[in-house]
């Protein structure tokens, strides 16, 4: 009754109709966040784009027909499924995934495949993006006449090979971190199951993410691209600095939308960015495409994790797959709540003095039903959407329907993201 209630108030406490975003405004407005590149060049690059889609947030929160501009020409068309164009690739990397996780000590093996068999695999989300991005970076550079179209095709299968990889590698690191997560917040369920502390106990849990790791090593030296290994190598410190983070933070801290955004990177987005970075490293685009590719990434995670912390108190235990009040049940302190303590000082005074005390948890809701913290959460999701789309309107023109259309699926995924229920 009482989350209902939040959410019924969350839409109607402020009136956000008509509303739209330019980059400039985004730039200024209060915790948005933008993370420096690791290349050394300005994320504002992202802000040159030739064409902007200018939303108001009626029509991120709600199914649209989208309008796509690509150089001159405008195609308008119904919201892609952009699942459905890497379907088969994602159906091989399922594939080959079960595969790639067998073990020599048959428990091992049930606790590594636990969540890629069939019906506990998820939608393959993070595969999906990097293989879309792959795609919409595809664009066509003249070969010399010497080169043969055999040799020609045989390279771009070869590439495509690699970033099928890179997207495996991925998930691999996605689920293990899921494995040592559940671990560390005693989870016990899953995507709707019992999750694998739960079932087979933390000491299992801890050596199965280990071994995906581990595995994830193995088929990145493989890729034999020193980058790429550096890049994605950074995704695994980022995991452990972020969780780390999460455990040790000081009072200011915690309480902090900065320190709490950049732990969402570190924890979330890093993953997302540095795979997409990576995909286009592979096929040997420039430092400016590469780093469009890293902006559509963290920016995209950063939106997906902040939907997620909102879904955590309006969501339910079966579209979540985990108990709804999960994060502020283990006195996490995500971005609903803190916006709520900018109207509500004083609710700083109840997190003080603990979450494990269900009281506490009762008052607290009570502060974010009044506040417009779910509200004002969605709004910078929402922003973050706005720059994922911004970067992927910069990368080049192209004529390409297949590049064009695996981009305007990486735009449509930003929508996906903000108005998913689960």
């Known amino acids: 009754m009482l989350v209902s209630r939040i959410l019924r108030l969350s839409r109607h406490r402020r009136s956000v109709s008509g509303c739209r975003w330019f980059l400039p405004q985004c730039h200024r407005h209060d915790h948005f966040f933008i993370l420096p ?19 108001s947030l009626p029509t991120l929160y709600a199914p649209r027909r989208n309008i796509h501009h690509q150089g001159s020409s405008m195609v308008e ?10 379907a088969d690739e994602l ?4 594939t080959r995934l079960r595969a790639m996780v067998v073990a020599e000590v048959p428990k091992l093996t049930s606790a590594a495949e636990y969540f890629f068999k069939t019906g506990a695999e998820g939608k393959r989300f993070r595969p999906a993006v990097l293989l879309l991005m792959a795609t919409a970076l595809n664009v066509r550079i003249p070969q010399p006449t010497s080169v043969s179209i055999g040799d020609r095709s045989a390279a771009e299968a070869e590439l495509r090979f690699r970033q099928q990889r890179l997207a495996e590698i991925t998930e691999m690191i996605h689920v293990a971190s899921l494995l040592h997560d559940d671990v560390l917040d005693d989870a016990d369920t899953r995507r709707g199951i019992g999750s694998v502390n739960f079932v087979m106990g933390n000491k299992v849990a801890v050596l199965a993410g280990d071994f995906l790791i581990s595995r994830a090593c193995v088929a990145l030296a493989a890729l034999n691209n020193w980058e790429v290994l550096t890049l994605m190598s950074a995704v695994a410190k980022d995991l452990i600095t972020g969780e780390t983070m999460q455990m040790t933070s000081t009072a200011d801290q915690h309480y902090s939308m900065d320190y709490y955004m950049q732990k969402t990177y570190y924890k979330t987005a890093s993953l997302l960015s540095h795979g997409c970075k990576s995909i286009a490293i592979l096929a040997d685009h420039t430092a400016e495409v590469a780093l469009l590719a890293f902006e559509y990434g ?5 939106a997906f994790q902040l939907i997620d912390d909102v879904l955590d108190f309006t969501g339910t235990s079966t579209s979540l797959g985990k108990g709804s009040l999960s994060d502020i049940r283990h006195g996490i302190i995500t971005a609903p709540i803190l916006y709520a303590m900018e109207e509500f000082p004083q609710l700083r005074a109840v997190l003080d003095q603990g979450l494990d005390k269900p009281e506490n948890i009762e008052v607290a ?17 929402a922003k973050h959407a706005y720059l994922a789309v911004s970067a992927i309107n910069s990368l080049p023109e192209t004529e390409d329907e297949e590049v064009r259309k695996s981009r305007r699926a990486l735009v449509d995924l930003t929508q996906i993201v903000l108005t998913r229920n689960k």
């Open 298 to 302: 963290r920016n995209l995670g950063l």
């Open 37 to 55: 590149s690791s290349s050394g060049d300005s994320a504002l690059k992202v802000f040159g784009c030739r064409e902007a889609y200018t939303w």
């Open 77 to 86: 068309d119904d919201q892609l499924d952009p699942f459905s164009l890497v």
């Open 91 to 94: 159906s091989r990397i399922a």
């Open 365 to 381: 809701l009570e502060y974010l039903g009044k506040s417009n913290g779910i509200q004002r959460a969605r709004e910078l999701a």
